[in-house]
């Protein structure tokens, strides 16, 4: 290992973009680097949509509705230091399109009773970026719909909805083998959930909408639903079939037109065949992206074209999705190649998919010199736009900094401490607590200190 870099139970030690090529020819990866950050200031065309830049937002819960799904303050907050922040796309964190499909009594969720709040939020995020940047400069935004199956939570517990039965994730939350799945006709209605989600998305004003099939969650599992029965499990048609009637269901909608049509989708889960989606029937966990791309070329018929591709279960093996330096366990690899996992294979299925317009993640572990990565993988056609999630909560201001100032700053990055993904995890609730500390220590201390006295 070169002295310039450690394993994930150590942290980023890159004093310069010479040590981090240096690390890049010695493992011989696939990240490329770049000097030309003006890449950044190209505007993208989606239908009647323009992206002002290519800096993105990721979404990353937030944990932080009221009890009716509401935004609250920190919602409002959260969004409007993004708006100020210079991103022109502000992707929004995970809302959910029914009650028992939340993942916990905090998470966002969009109803016919609410809508107006989150008309209010985006309205907040356009009217402050126009405030910073001026009134021409309009950041297009994206919520995204979910389900989070397995993981919903009612009343602080469990509350399982599962599509099939995959033993490793069974296990890690303690679902019994003869824990019944969920049904087709929960499924079926599950569509309509989605379509009326979309409307209200429409009617509060967002620009588009995510479909979200990703990190374990109910419409991401169902892709990888080998051994269920019926027309949602078993074949690649049936597998794919709930995801694509969504989105054909939402494309077809008056209510619902204009919207931009996204997902937020797995391409690969880290999990051995018959458990994971995009992994290799025969050799372990090995990537194997040929039903991933089939996916994303039907997709893109179905009129999605802005696709966030991602991997893993944070909820299992969050390295996968989230390289870190400091978490719950040591991943046996170096963080930068979970990074280049991310960048290599997501550059794959952009190079497969040219007409669909691919948000690239792995950057926010590279720290200050993320924008050089992210401008490598641009001009590499690795993807068309370049997205921060981690990085964008702790550090709102990031594409700000970059325009303006050529750099990101070093004491504003996420340090890749995992503890927003701790709080996460643990109550919902999360935020930056290294760089916002002001607002999210005093969260994580009190969380820490009822860990201590449950434990006693």
């Known amino acids: ?119 209010a939020l985006n ?93 374990g969650y109910l419409l991401g599992e169902i892709l990888s639903a080998y051994n269920r029965e019926g027309k949602y499990g078993g074949s690649f048609e049936n597998r794919t079939r709930l995801m694509r009637d969504i989105v054909q269901r939402i494309r077809l909608d008056k209510e619902c037109k204009g919207l931009l049509l996204a997902s937020r989708l797995n391409i690969y889960d880290a999990l051995p065949y018959p458990d994971g989606w995009g992994v290799s029937r025969t050799k372990g966990i090995k990537v194997d992206l040929e039903e991933p791309k089939k996916l994303i070329k039907l997709l893109a018929e179905d009129g999605v074209r802005l696709i966030s591709t991602t991997m893993g279960n944070p909820y299992f093996i969050p390295h996968i999705n989230k390289p870190y330096d400091m978490g719950n366990y040591v991943p046996d690899e170096e963080v930068i190649i979970s990074c280049n996992r991310l960048i290599k294979e997501i550059g794959e299925i952009q190079q497969s998919n040219p007409e669909v317009n691919i948000v690239g993640v792995g950057y926010s572990w590279f720290r200050q010199l993320a924008p050089y990565v992210g401008a490598g993988s641009l001009e590499k056609g690795l993807c068309k736009l370049v997205g921060f999630g981690r990085g964008s909560i702790s550090y709102p201001n990031f594409a700000r900094d970059i325009f303006k100032s050529g750099e990101m700053k070093l004491n504003r990055v996420c340090v890749s401490c995992s503890k927003c993904s701790e709080m996460k995890a643990k109550i919902g609730t999360c935020g930056c607590v290294v760089r916002d500390s002001k607002v999210y220590l005093p969260i994580y201390k009190d969380m820490k200190s009822k860990e201590v006295e449950t434990n006693e």
């Open 1 to 119: 290992m070169s002295r310039n870099t450690v394993r994930s139970n150590g942290s980023f030690s890159y004093k310069n973009i010479e040590e981090l090529k240096n690390d890049i020819e010695r493992l011989d990866l696939d990240i490329a680097i770049s000097n030309n950050l003006d890449v950044f200031k190209k505007t993208i065309t989606i239908g009647e949509h323009t992206i002002p830049n290519l800096l993105t937002t990721h979404p990353m819960e937030g944990g932080d509705s009221d009890e009716f799904g509401r935004p609250t303050e920190l919602t409002f907050r959260k969004y409007q230091r993004m708006a100020r922040g210079g991103a022109g796309l502000i992707w929004l964190e995970a809302v959910s399109v029914c009650k028992d499909g939340r993942s916990n009594d905090k998470q966002l969720w969009i109803t016919e009773d609410n809508w107006e709040y989150f008309k």
């Open 123 to 215: 309205d907040l995020i356009k009217s402050s970026a126009k405030e910073e940047f001026g009134e021409d400069y309009e950041p297009k935004t994206i919520i995204q719909l979910n389900h989070a199956g397995r993981y919903c939570k009612m009343k602080g517990k469990r509350n399982p909805i599962i599509a099939t039965h995959k033993d490793p994730l069974d296990d890690a939350i303690r679902i019994s083998e003869d824990y019944p799945t969920v049904t087709d006709e929960y499924l079926d209605n599950l569509v309509v959930r989605f379509v009326e989600a979309a409307r209200l998305s429409k009617k509060a004003g967002f620009d588009g909408i995510d479909i979200k099939a990703c990190h």
